[in-house]
């Protein structure tokens, strides 16, 4: 459980009055990389000692995972026994990113929540949308929902969601001026600090160029596609429906796709899209994608030192199966709306009381 080691730290260089951004830990030296916000949320970290701390993670990532199946249902319309939610769940546990999210133990699950609960709840809700704008101020890459719900005409929802990440940078200030003022004006420019792009945790489309040209820094061979895919995947996404699935689940493949980097454990969001394809009846595409999802491939290439940066063309595919995937599943889904939309059902006819019914008669 690196990541919850660095969460510690994080919180008690909020509680110490350290560094926050000047410290390693673990054998990896993994430095901080959220902003201060989240450091902040992470100072109930230092009251457990590690041990309890890491069980606490462990249970508390298996209860958000069964919370997270109940809203992918919920988002797709499902209905499922309560016996087949636990079923679920523990299938769900096998999943590459879900495993990868406890054994690291991330914070994946609960941001996750966070934006599918904020998202599937009623249209008028008080404070809708402010739930993501904070999931945006604890991690940046969920802003992309922010634009999407700009995008589908939601502005009331997506102005609240501003609010809800301004409030987060705010409250950083307030309580840590001068790590705000170094994270938002040095440390998120330093995409190198989170980690090394080219590596196979990598899963993004910045990890998949750099692996197929061999160049550790593809600069405009990713930059350009991230910029394509963007434009492309928020336009399939705002040609969906309003408050349709597919629609959530392109925002949120797009935004794993052009983030500079999304570790493994970053696409929880397998989750609500096998939600999605078994509620769309596409119950052979769904196995399919929880094999991908469960088959580890990229573990079991050559990956120590920079030999992810020397695969063989054949390896490739392998090497990202998840960004393959969603580059794939982005024009499937997008394509799917029209075929939808003449799907609707005829109303029933109705049928012709004889004429000698009184109206008493046709009301009983």
Known sequence: MADALVYRAEGEAVAGGGDLYGFTVTEWELPATYPPFAAILFVPTTWLPVSALKLTFLLGNTALLAVLV????????????????????????????????IVFGQINLALACLILWDLTRPKNAPGKGFALGVAAGIKLTPAVFIAYLFLT???????????????????????????????????VFETGRVGKAWIVDNQSLQGLIARVTHAADPGLAWALPAVATAAAGLL???????????????????????????????????????????????????????????????????????????????????????????????????GAYARTRTRVPRPAPVPQLPASNSSASTMR
Not at 72 to 85: G, N, Q
Not at 155 to 180: D, I, M, Y
């Open 236 to 334: 399939l996404a705002r040609r969906a429906p309003a408050d349709s699935p597919r629609g959530v689940l392109l925002a949120a493949l797009t935004t794993l796709l052009i983030a500079p980097i999304s570790w493994s454990h970053h696409w929880v969001w397998c989750v609500p899209l096998l939600a999605l394809l078994v509620a769309e009846g596409r119950r052979r595409l769904a196995a399919a994608v929880a094999v991908l999802f469960t088959a580890r491939t990229f573990w079991l290439l050559p990956h120590q030192g920079d030999l992810d940066l020397h695969l063989p063309w054949w390896q490739h595919p392998p090497a990202s199966p998840y960004a393959l995937l969603a580059l794939a599943l982005l024009p499937l889904l997008g």
């Open 153 to 187: 005409g939601r502005v009331r929802e997506a102005t609240t969601a501003l609010a809800g990440f301004a409030s987060t940078v705010l409250l950083g200030g307030l309580v840590l001026p001068a790590a705000t003022a170094e994270f938002w004006t040095r440390r």
């Open 70 to 101: 109940h809203l992918s249902c919920r988002l797709t319309a499902l209905r499922p026994r309560p016996h087949h939610l636990c079923a679920a769940t523990a299938l769900a546990l096998w999943l590459e990113p879900v495993f990868q999210t």
